[in-house]
């Protein structure tokens, strides 16, 4: 049987985003000197709490979709810039509102802020960035933009309420669990990607191909991000390995095994999984029967199936070189290591 590293390593195209980096650089520029300029505020503990997990080293996919997606069809204006940053913003948001509802310890390798100013101030924070995201998009005076972006946020709150219906509950349906991961995390790909069409004054074939991109982009990075919780390194996710199963937290490998599994094995996933004080050991089984019935490898080959369609998606646009950039993303998404 293949491992999940084996199966990851299939996947066509490189595994880069180096060349999305360089192509974005200059407006990326922009986009990080707004942020400064956006979170800056009298009340101190605001710029504080921001830029703590701001600077905390994360890679800034959402936002560099939106910047290729508007340069792709040859956007001159700044719109994308306040849009990209809006969308960091969203991001940023979930971030310290998630930390707060999964009481997080860590994020990227740092103490979640929660663990530093507490977690009224993570969440007014977060409020703090998302009305600073709404104000972006209004100064973009794109009511198209704007109706994408404040459908995503709605729709991202809703993926946190059904999570929190949904833990630690084995018998969630992969239908559900895929309808959580559609709303918490491909929401604001699909969107992102989508209004960089938007204000490049493109119509709904192009607006609806970069949708179903960073849709399927969506899944099959958190797809990824629930196997690598169960396979990875700590000091390269920024969060220690096995988090998702100390929080309780049903994820696609969780449940393949609980499936597969005989009664025994299903009364240790209903007793780990609901107490919620799990050991090192326990842990440990969980790995060992992920393995045994190859639940890693099945959610990377979802993964993969989900990144495909997503290149299909972007095959309908026109060959630009941020096309073939954002065709690598796919394979740097689903081959990455955290």
Same mark, same amino acid.
């Given at each position: 049987?293949?491992?999940?590293?084996?199966?990851?390593?299939?996947?066509?195209?490189?595994?880069?985003?180096?060349?999305?980096?360089?192509?974005?650089?200059?407006?990326?520029?922009?986009?990080?000197?707004?942020?400064?300029?956006?979170?800056?505020?009298?009340?101190?503990?605001?710029?504080?709490?921001?830029?703590?997990?701001?600077?905390?080293?994360?890679?800034?996919?959402?936002?560099?979709?939106?910047?290729?997606?508007?340069?792709?069809?040859?956007?001159?204006?700044?719109?994308?810039?306040?849009? /990209?940053?809006?969308?960091?913003?969203?991001?940023?948001?979930?971030?310290?509102?998630?930390?707060?509802?999964?009481?997080?310890?860590?994020?990227?390798?740092?103490?979640?802020?929660?663990?530093?100013?507490?977690?009224? /101030?993570?969440?007014?924070?977060?409020?703090?960035?998302?009305?600073?995201?709404?104000?972006?998009?209004?100064?973009?005076?794109?009511?198209?933009?704007? *109706?994408?972006?404040?459908?995503?946020?709605?729709?991202?709150?809703?993926? *946190?309420?059904?999570? %929190?219906?949904?833990?630690? *509950?084995?018998?969630?349906?992969?239908?559900?669990?895929?309808?959580?991961?559609?709303?918490?995390?491909?929401?604001?790909?699909?969107?992102?990607?989508?209004?960089?069409?938007?204000?490049?004054?493109?119509?709904?074939?192009?607006?609806?191909?970069?949708?179903?991109?960073?849709? *399927?982009?969506? +899944?099959?990075?958190?797809?990824?991000?629930?196997?690598?919780?169960?396979?990875?390194?700590?000091?390269? %996710?920024?969060?220690?390995?096995?988090?998702?199963?100390?929080?309780?937290?049903?994820?696609?490998?969780?449940?393949?095994?609980?499936?597969?599994?005989?009664?025994?094995?299903?009364?240790?996933?209903?007793?780990?999984?609901?107490?919620?004080?799990?050991?090192?050991?326990?842990?440990?089984?969980?790995?060992?029967?992920? /393995?045994?019935?190859?639940?890693?490898?099945?959610?990377?080959?979802?993964?993969?199936?989900?990144?495909?369609?997503?290149?299909?998606? +972007?095959?309908?646009?026109?060959?630009?070189?941020?096309?073939?950039? %954002?065709?690598?993303?796919?394979?740097?998404?689903?081959?990455?290591?955290?």
């Amino acid at each position: 049987m293949q491992t999940a590293a084996e199966a990851q390593t299939q996947f066509a195209r490189t595994d880069s985003i180096e060349p999305l980096v360089g192509l974005v650089a200059g407006d990326m520029k922009a986009v990080n000197e707004l942020i400064i300029e956006r979170t800056g505020s009298d009340v101190t503990l605001i710029p504080e709490v921001a830029a703590h997990l701001i600077d905390s080293g994360g890679k800034r996919l959402r936002p560099m979709l939106t910047l290729a997606c508007a340069q792709m069809f040859g956007y001159r204006g700044d719109g994308h810039v306040k849009l /990209a940053a809006s969308v960091e913003f969203m991001h940023t948001a979930t971030l310290l509102h998630d930390d707060v509802v999964d009481e997080s310890e860590l994020r990227r390798g740092k103490a979640a802020a929660r663990m530093v100013w507490g977690n009224e /101030a993570s969440v007014l924070v977060g409020d703090f960035l998302l009305g600073q995201a709404f104000r972006m998009m209004v100064e973009v005076a794109s009511l198209p933009a704007l *109706e994408v972006l404040s459908r995503a946020a709605a729709v991202i709150a809703e993926g *946190e309420v059904m999570q %929190l219906k949904t833990a630690h *509950e084995l018998e969630t349906s992969e239908a559900r669990y895929m309808a959580v991961i559609e709303a918490k995390t491909a929401a604001l790909f699909a969107s992102a990607a989508e209004v960089g069409a938007i204000v490049a004054g493109k119509g709904e074939a192009e607006r609806e191909a970069l949708r179903t991109y960073g849709h *399927e982009l969506g +899944l099959a990075f958190q797809l990824i991000d629930d196997a690598l919780d169960y396979s990875g390194v700590q000091a390269e %996710l920024g969060k220690r390995v096995g988090d998702d199963f100390r929080d309780g937290k049903i994820t696609l490998p969780v449940l393949i095994a609980y499936w597969k599994g005989d009664d025994d094995e299903k009364s240790f996933w209903r007793t780990a999984m609901r107490e919620g004080n799990q050991t090192d050991r326990d842990l440990s089984r969980a790995i060992d029967l992920m /393995a045994r019935h190859g639940a890693l490898e099945e959610t990377v080959a979802r993964a993969n199936a989900h990144g495909a369609t997503a290149q299909e998606a +972007l095959m309908r646009l026109p060959e630009t070189p941020h096309r073939e950039a %954002l065709l690598d993303v796919v394979g740097f998404c689903v081959n990455r290591r955290f």
